[in-house]
Nanobody, 124 residues
Framework: QVQLLESGGGLVQAGGSLRLSCAAS????????MAWFRQAPGKEREFVAV????????RYADSVKGRFTISRDNVENTVYLQMNSLKPEDTAVYYC?????????????????WGQGTQVTVSS
């Protein structure tokens, strides 16, 4: 089992920045690819970013590319999402997730463990 706990959400004005954290406990953190997903009101949950086990390879949704950065610390067992130039359409609950599958995954079904989510609200 892996337990994931997100933090760092909040209310920010458009153009501002937030840094989300996801602390992992339980089985070996470095054995999992880690990702962030988000779900806006009335919409399905969508992929945001993923990072591989070593932290060398990352991928992003087109909607956040160039504005968001995913990173991880395999000593602190934490994954981060630095969000810059935030827009009102970034408003959502943000979830971190862990996948034991080989190869970076962009769909929910590939992820074995999920956090409870943290709310990000961007005002215009």
């Amino acid at each position: 089992q892996v337990q994931l706990l997100e933090s760092g959400g909040g209310l920010v004005q458009a153009g501002g920045s937030l840094r989300l954290s996801c602390a992992a406990s339980g089985r070996a953190f470095r054995g999992y690819d880690m990702a962030w997903f988000r779900q806006a009101p009335g919409k399905e949950r969508e992929f945001v970013a993923v990072i591989n086990r070593s932290g060398v390879v990352t991928r992003y949704a087109d909607s956040v590319k160039g504005r968001f950065t995913i990173s991880r610390d395999n000593v602190e067992n934490t994954v981060y999402l630095q969000m810059n130039s935030l827009k009102p359409e970034d408003t959502a609950v943000y979830y971190c997730a862990a996948s034991a599958e080989v190869g970076l995954a962009f769909t929910e079904g590939a992820y074995d463990y999920w956090g409870q989510g943290t709310q990000v609200t961007v005002s215009s």
